[in-house]
């Protein structure tokens, strides 16, 4: 097992130094946890087959679910597509860097395990000062699974990833909480229309002013051709219970029915009606923002898990801009429990 080592990055002034070390960890087939603008990934070499197992082994990832290849700039992608389909390349100049991994045909170059035999790698070339100058330094394309055991929800800060992988990874560059705090979007590109395969912090509005055909795959499509969307995912330890926005009845009922068996019951609200509800120890009360409840969310329920709540009673959100990411999140969350 190596030792875990820890380094803090100032984003806007990026280290070179610890920089150029966390790439040669990487060229020797190391493993370096990096901040994204999303989440915090799990970096490997890309086109190193056994650098690549040790991320399915960190993670206790099902072989099963294919990886993203991050990359600095344009020219990388050569080694791991043949083309970019046109869509991709409009999609691309306006959004990348940015939170949009996009699902291509790939070359005979991609180790299988990257992509779990399929013919498609998912690429995304996130919008990080840090993971950039990373990528940039070890030259290549790098797989980057967000960097927690499987099932757990995403580290959006360094701590989060030390207490899922200490000893599991060879380095972690720490740059503070990541300011988006859900998943990049994943869109398919290889079918007519386009398919979202997974909401996340690009929202499809946006993503329908470039490619106005763009659907969304509806749950069986989405299961055959993104494998990580059938795995159990997302989840704290508690059982998460989903209330609609702005239902203050079912709230208070939920919490109450859970209460009173006895159980330790936390909540994440935002409605002005639930806020002001109660405001006990285990209540966190955010801004009626999406964006911002983005940002918190996997923090949140993890802290619920450190606090030993059982049951988290979480307010929904309108699925329009970030909120589609989140309801996402929290139902999943809550249909592992
Ligand atoms: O924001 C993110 O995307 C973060 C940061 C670190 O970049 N990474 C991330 O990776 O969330 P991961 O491995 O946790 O999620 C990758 C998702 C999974 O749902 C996987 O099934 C899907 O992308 N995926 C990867 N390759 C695919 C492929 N060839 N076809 C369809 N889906 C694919
Ligand atoms: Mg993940």
């Known amino acids: 097992m190596p030792e875990t080592k820890i380094f803090s990055v100032n984003p806007e002034h990026v280290d070179s130094a610890i920089i150029s070390s966390a790439a040669e960890v990487l060229k020797r087939g190391g493993l370096v946890v990096f901040p994204t603008e999303t989440v915090y990934g799990l970096g490997a070499d890309a086109l190193n087959t056994q650098a690549v197992e040790k991320v399915f082994d960190a993670k206790g990832r099902p072989a099963d679910n294919p990886l993203i290849v991050h990359i600095s700039k344009e020219e990388q992608l050569f080694d791991i597509i043949d083309e970019m389909p046109k869509v991709g390349t409009l999609l691309t100049k306006q959004f990348w860097p940015g939170p949009l991994t996009l699902v291509v ?175 006990s120890q285990f209540v966190r009360a955010l801004p009626n923002s999406p964006e911002i409840i983005a940002q918190q969310l996997y923090s949140l329920l993890r802290e619920m898990d450190d606090y030993g709540v059982q049951v988290v009673v979480v307010e929904g959100i309108a699925k329009q801009g970030l909120g589609a990411a989140v309801m996402d999140r929290i139902k999943r969350a809550a249909e592992s429990s």
Do not use: C, W
């Open 105 to 279: 045909k790939r070359t005979f170059l991609v180790p299988d395990n990257v992509v779990a035999h399929m013919d498609t790698v998912a690429v995304r070339m996130p919008n990080h000062p840090v993971a950039l100058a990373l990528i940039e330094a070890f030259g290549g394309g790098v797989v980057a699974p967000s960097a927690n055991l499987s099932t757990k929800p995403s580290p959006t800060t360094a701590q989060h990833v030390l207490s899922d992988l200490r000893g599991k990874v060879d380095m972690i560059l720490d740059a503070g909480p990541t300011p988006i705090g859900v998943e990049s979007t994943v869109v398919d590109i290889t079918t007519d229309p386009p398919l979202i395969l997974r909401h996340g912090g690009l929202p499809i509005e946006r993503i329908a002013a470039i490619a106005p055909r763009i659907q969304v795959a509806v749950e069986v499509e989405s299961l055959m051709r993104s494998p990580g969307t059938r795995h159990r995912h997302y989840a704290p330890a508690a059982q998460v219970v989903v209330v609609e926005e702005g239902d203050s009845e079912a709230y208070a009922a939920a919490v109450q029915t859970h209460r009173q068996q006895g159980k330790q019951v936390g909540a994440i609200v935002h409605s002005a009606s639930l806020v002001n509800l109660e405001r």
